[in-house]
């Protein structure tokens, strides 16, 4: 299976801040990675695909960024619903694996 | 717009068996990759199962022989057939719709999810 780790497990934000998370695959994935925003209770919600591509209706302050093994989502200027958990998922090869997730909290 | 509707969690003793349900609305789940993804609580995504348009069927090593995926396309209504229930099994399910067919792994819409509690 394709490990996905990513980096920082939690950070710490005001709004109006620069986010950058990471996330490392085990192996090359091409650009077959997906980035997804979850809130406490809810189901994730797709934001980034192939990488780089943004879901239909996100925000154009969420970008995806890398290839093969590094993989970097940035949210430009952080907004207070954008506190939040996110994962990154490998979309290369079953089984389909999520990071342990990063969470976006108020500073 | 897509919708996924789950039901069917509940909390049960090891060893036995629930069956989820995902009702979908909106597209075909017959011309869909459709999957159940679980979150035990307070941790990450697990995938758990997906079915392929054509209806090919792929599990976890973690439930191979003891969860079943299924559709019944005339109820546009995707099954987790869910066995020999084990305590590391607790976990809110989710269903999940694949963006594409060239995209399937990519999960656009998803259900509310479904609480199942493995406890003795």
């Known amino acids: 299976d394709i490990q996905m780790t990513q980096s920082p497990s939690s950070v710490s934000a005001s709004v109006g801040d620069r986010v950058t998370i990471t996330c490392r695959a085990s192996?090359?994935?091409?650009?077959?990675l997906a980035w997804y925003q979850q809130k406490p209770g809810k189901a994730p919600k797709l934001l980034i695909w192939?990488?780089?591509t943004l879901q239909s209706g996100v925000p154009s302050r969420f970008r995806g960024s890398g290839s093969e093994t590094d993989f970097t989502l940035t949210i430009t200027s952080l907004l207070p619903e954008d506190f939040a958990t996110y994962y990154c998922?490998?979309?290369?090869?079953?089984?389909?694996?999520f990071g342990g997730g990063t969470k976006v909290e108020i500073k | 717009e897509a919708q996924l509707v789950e039901s069917g969690g509940g909390m049960v003793q090891p060893g036995e068996s629930l069956r989820l349900s995902c009702e979908a609305s909106g597209f075909t789940v017959s011309s869909s990759y459709m999957s159940w993804v679980r979150q035990a609580p307070g941790k990450g995504l697990d995938l758990v199962s997906v079915?392929?348009?054509?209806?090919?069927?792929l599990y976890a090593d973690a439930v191979k022989d003891r969860f079943t995926i299924s559709r019944d396309n005339s109820k546009n209504t995707v099954y987790l057939q869910m066995n020999s229930l084990r305590v590391e099994d607790t976990a809110v399910y989710y269903c999940a719709k694949g963006f594409s067919d060239y995209d399937w792994g990519y999960f656009d819409h998803w259900g509310q999810g479904t609480l199942v509690a493995v406890s003795s």
């Open positions: 192939r990488a780089s």
């Open positions: 079915i392929y348009s054509g209806g090919s069927t």
């Open positions: 192996q090359g994935l091409s650009s077959w």
């Open positions: 998922q490998q979309a290369s090869s079953f089984p389909l694996t």
